[in-house]
């Protein structure tokens, strides 16, 4: 699946989404950004999962794309915790890649992920963070976690 939705610019492949991103770095390229990305799901007939990809101007707001896809529910938490971590590096990866290619490897990549030190998903800290920062990117939990907890949460339901 390769669509994104702009709540301002409507329905975009992955192409356009980062086109856009570039173009949003570029008008102010002196400004600190933040390029983040987060997955939420929920289970009800099936799994809602939602990916959000996040360009924040630091202290002067910013853009998101989101996608949304159905699969089978996965009733276990670690293994949908697992899963939501593994669709965020993989669209981190890519992202990482074509900022590569366009010669932008100064703006790094958070991964936002849905655990935190509080409720049944803080054993799994460790090792979800483990998974984002052997790969390369940074990681931020609940409450840093927005990309996830607030943003992909609001369209996953």
């Known amino acids: 699946m390769d669509r994104f939705i702009s709540p301002s610019r409507g329905t975009m492949t992955f192409e356009e989404m980062f086109q856009d991103i570039m173009s949003y770095v570029e008008q ?3 400004d600190n950004y933040r390029l983040i990305v987060g997955t939420d799901s929920q289970n009800q007939d099936d799994l809602t999962l ?4 996040i360009i924040h101007r630091v202290g002067k707001g910013g853009r998101y794309y989101y996608q949304r896809s159905r699969h089978r529910p996965i009733k276990n938490l670690r293994q949908k915790i697992y899963y ?3 669709v965020s590096l993989a669209l981190g990866s890519r992202l990482a890649k074509r900022l590569a290619e366009n010669g932008h490897t100064n703006l ?3 991964i936002h992920l849905d655990v ?3 409720g049944p998903t803080k054993d799994m800290i460790r090792e979800v963070v483990g998974m984002v920062t ?3 990117f940074d990681a ?4 840093d976690s927005f990309g996830a907890s607030t943003v992909a949460d609001r369209y996953s339901k």
Do not use: L, M, Y
């Not at 939602?50 to 990809?53: I, K, L, N, S, W």
């Not at 931020?140 to 409450?143: A, C, E, L, V």
């Open 28 to 30: 102010f390229p002196n």
């Open 50 to 53: 939602v990916t959000a990809v």
């Open 84 to 86: 939501e971590t593994s």
């Open 108 to 110: 790094n990549i958070e």
């Open 116 to 118: 935190g030190t509080a």
């Open 134 to 136: 052997g790969s390369g």
């Open 140 to 143: 931020r939990i609940k409450p």
